[in-house]
């Protein structure tokens, strides 16, 4: 069974096709791809299935091997291993996720694969037990929140998962290795949380890097961006078009007057291989049908 690794700005992925919709995978298979030392190594696993009526379904697990709604960097791989191997034609995809249809465009380098893509990431998020944070009040923009000594004016915004972000005047001092799982599983996050330590540059432009929740330290995250975009701009720090810089690289972002979040970023294939026969044996077990609730 072959498998392809690929990125988004840094953050990486093993991408396997199942159109035929027969694979099962487990916390424990998905582990074992994701092991930097052991395995093929990667932020999480994306298994490519039928989308119903969308044209694919992204099933996605993150390296701790529990499922997760979106992923805004994976979602790019999956739309350039689709177009770039002629099982998809056209420039608008649409992918069907667990947090809803995503309308993705496709740009083509001079060769004719896929180099970067447009995502319709949808709307925020900003209702409080819909992110979910604990608290008083409908929305949750200015949380004060203790870490390890730190006290952090917060905010939290949703883009289908949940998002922490920590607005800090230097990003190179903060203690992120340290700060970053405490903010994870604080109290006030019912479901857990990715934090994004972030330092606003300009009026269009912010500094990020991130700790996402059942990964670590990730080198970009798509949905990141774009909450930290939302964040960003409900604070008065941005307007509504900004360049979030990551460790990994550059996602541009758009809040559009409609509500709608719209991603831009690069996408890069990385090698391709071929599974162990005994990991394969495993994903051949029998797969329950996958939830997109």
Same mark, same amino acid.
């Given at each position: 069974m072959e498998f392809t690794k690929s990125h988004g700005a840094g953050n990486d992925f093993v /991408?396997? #096709?199942?159109l035929g919709d027969r694979l099962r995978l487990t916390p424990d298979v998905v582990r074992a791809l994701c092991d930097r030392h052991k395995g093929v190594g990667a932020d999480g696993v994306i298994r490519i299935a039928p989308g119903g009526d969308a044209d694919f379904f992204m099933d996605y697990y993150n390296a701790g091997g529990d499922v997760a709604e979106m992923c805004g960097n994976g979602i790019r791989c999956l739309a350039k291993w689709v177009a770039d191997r002629q099982l998809f034609h056209g420039e608008t995809m649409r992918v069907l996720t667990r947090a809803g249809v995503k309308e993705?465009?496709?740009q083509f380098a001079s060769n004719g694969s896929v180099n970067r893509v447009r995502v319709d990431m949808g709307r925020p998020i900003l209702e409080r037990g819909l992110i979910p944070i604990l608290g008083d009040g409908a929305d949750a923009m200015h949380e004060p929140l203790s870490v390890d000594g730190f006290e952090f004016d917060?905010?939290?915004v949703s883009m289908g998962n949940p998002h922490c972000l920590l607005f800090v005047d230097d990003l190179d001092g903060v203690p992120?290795?340290?700060l970053g799982p405490l903010? #994870?599983?604080?109290s006030l996050f019912p479901a857990h949380?990715?934090? #994004?330590?972030v330092q606003v540059l300009s009026e269009d432009s912010v500094r990020v890097r991130v700790y996402e929740r059942g990964v670590g330290e990730t080198q970009a995250c798509g949905t990141g961006a774009c909450a930290v975009a939302v964040g960003s701009h409900l604070r008065g720090y941005t307007g509504r078009r900004v360049?979030?810089? /990551?460790p990994g690289g550059t996602l541009d972002i758009e809040w559009a007057e409609d509500d709608r979040?719209?991603?831009t970023g690069p996408v890069e294939e990385v090698f391709h291989g071929t599974l162990d026969e005994q990991l394969e044996h495993k994903l051949l077990g029998r797969r329950e049908p996958a939830s997109t609730k």
């Open positions: /991408l396997i #096709e199942d993705l465009t496709l917060a905010a939290a992120f290795e340290r903010v #994870e599983a604080h949380v990715n934090a #994004e330590f360049a979030v810089h /990551l979040v719209f991603m």
